[in-house]
């Protein structure tokens, strides 16, 4: 099998200490970075803006992904953008045209992918994969770290990569949410490229656990 991406969420990570955690990362073979973005009304919950955004790109040259769970990603993308973000994340859901945005963003030569919630039907963003970096499937409703995975989600990026196997698309799947050494293995198994992970690396031992999230 080939080999699998490991993107750490730096949500679950001790911001006092995030510079030595995301060299910790790096070290132990972690390729990009996930930065999950909540602005309270897209999510019950609310994270982090561009200012940490740029301070992770002053402590890392890896790619920095940014999952926009905001409901005006079209009002707020430049400035993760200029902030040093390198792929914006943009959720199915969004209560915008998304068509129009991902044009927008395609126009303007910005890296992007799409999300998908637990709940939408996989082909609703099959118009999108040829020209989306990244497809993202969620495996938790989007929110919180330390959720349970949600299993059907591996349906999902089987049809997945058949799709995308058939129709020689260069666009990798990666899946987000409740991800460990168990969960992950379905998840390659099933065809998965990238794996998030917040609460399994940075409740554990970094490096142990990027380690082993690579070799499954
Ligand atoms: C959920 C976020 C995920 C989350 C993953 O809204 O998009 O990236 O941080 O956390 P774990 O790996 O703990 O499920
Ligand atoms: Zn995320």
Redesign the pocket.
């Given at each position: 099998m080939k080999n699998i991406e490991i993107s750490p969420?730096i949500?679950?990570s001790n911001l006092l200490e995030l510079g030595n955690q995301i060299k910790q990362c790096q070290v132990a073979g972690a390729e990009s970075f996930?930065l999950?973005i909540?602005d309270g009304h897209f999510?019950n919950?609310i994270t982090m803006g561009p200012d940490l955004v740029s301070a992770i790109r002053r402590a890392t040259g890896l790619r920095l992904d940014c999952?926009l769970?905001i409901e005006r990603p079209d009002k707020y993308y430049k400035s993760f953008i200029e902030a040093g973000g390198n792929v914006l994340l943009v959720h199915y859901e969004t209560p915008i045209e998304v068509g129009n945005f991902l044009k927008k963003l395609g126009d303007e030569n910005i890296r992007y992918g799409i999300v998908i919630n637990p709940d939408t039907d996989i082909k609703k963003v099959y118009k999108f994969v040829p020209t989306s970096e990244i497809v993202l499937v969620?495996s938790?409703?989007?929110?919180?770290?330390?959720?349970k995975?949600i299993d059907k989600s591996l349906d999902k990026v089987r049809e997945l990569r058949k799709f995308i196997d058939e129709n020689y698309y260069n666009t990798k799947i990666e899946i987000?949410?409740?991800?460990n050494a168990e969960t992950g293995k379905l998840a390659r198994e099933a065809g998965a490229d990238i794996l998030?992970?917040?609460?399994?690396?940075f409740?554990n031992n970094i490096e142990n656990s990027i380690k082993k999230l690579k070799s499954l």
């Open positions: 969420s949500i679950s996930h999950d909540m999510v919950n999952h769970m969620m938790v409703y989007p929110g919180f770290s330390g959720q995975f987000d949410g409740g991800i998030v992970s917040a609460s399994y690396i409740g």
